[in-house]
């Protein structure tokens, strides 16, 4: 079965910060993706980033940036010089090897992310 | 904006009574997902549908059906409510084909919220 661990709830910093967001997953597929969503205040689930297992290189957007170990299973999520918007929750998720018809994402409990000015 | 529409957005009902969500997924996106997201068990696969069918079942509830229509529109049925269906019901959708151009991530609608008193 396919699991996502999100060992931290909640984490406080103040603007500027750099903060590191954990993701640890399981599964016996050779072939998986792996994903962080953005659930901000409003509500709405927001698609950041999409991982395949095949694919170990550390990914940077902006102030984001993504560190995928298959060595440790982790796929942890930091961002950098935070600010006040990045306040929300974060979710990590993990996916079989899609197809066309599948792409059922199992999800982590999410983190809280408060960033004060 | 995601592309997904959820309605209602709020609803706000009683014990025993029976809701139905609605969902218009993207355009041209053949599966729709069913999320129950509640404070203590995170966010939990409920159903599948693709092109119609049922593809996939999660932790849905017997009380709990949906089905996708031949416009690909889905409806989620919750019946015989309890204080604890209470929590935020969300759509999500994806695979505009069934190739390899589906990328894997799901797109969310911004969600019903469901109040049982």
């Known amino acids: 079965a396919q699991k996502v661990t999100q060992a931290q709830t909640e984490i406080s910093v103040v603007e500027k910060e750099d903060v590191t967001l954990d993701c640890v997953y399981e599964?016996?597929?050779?072939?998986?993706?792996l994903f962080w969503y953005k659930q901000p205040p409003s509500g709405e689930l927001v698609f950041l980033i999409r991982?395949?297992?095949?694919?170990?290189q550390n990914e940077i957007s902006g102030r984001y940036s993504w560190n995928f170990q298959k060595s440790t299973s982790s796929f942890n999520f930091t961002i950098t010089a935070s600010q006040v918007v990045d306040s929300a929750v974060y979710f990590c998720?993990?996916?079989?090897?899609?197809?066309?018809?599948?792409?059922?994402?199992?999800f982590g409990k999410g983190i809280t992310l408060s960033v004060r000015p | 904006d995601s592309g997904v529409t959820q309605t209602p957005k709020h609803l706000i009902t009683a014990t025993g009574q029976r809701v139905t969500l609605r969902c218009s997924p993207r355009?041209?996106?053949?599966?729709v997902y069913w999320y129950q997201q509640s404070l203590d068990q995170g966010l939990q696969f409920l159903i599948q549908?693709?092109?119609?069918?049922?593809?996939a079942k999660g932790n849905i509830l017997e009380r709990f059906s949906a089905q996708q229509f031949p416009d690909l529109h889905s409806e989620l049925n919750l019946s015989s409510l309890e204080l604890g269906d209470s929590a935020l019901y969300f759509c999500?959708?994806?695979?505009?084909?069934?190739?390899?151009?589906?990328?894997?991530?799901?797109?969310f609608g911004e969600g019903s919220r469901l109040t049982v008193l």
């Open positions: 999500a959708s994806s695979a505009r084909t069934s190739g390899i151009s589906n990328t894997g991530e799901l797109f």
């Open positions: 599964t016996r597929d050779t072939t998986y993706y």
């Open positions: 991982r395949n297992s095949f694919d170990e």
């Open positions: 998720a993990l996916s079989e090897a899609l197809t066309g018809a599948n792409s059922k994402l199992t």
């Open positions: 355009s041209g996106d053949l599966s």
């Open positions: 549908y693709y092109n119609g069918e049922e593809r």
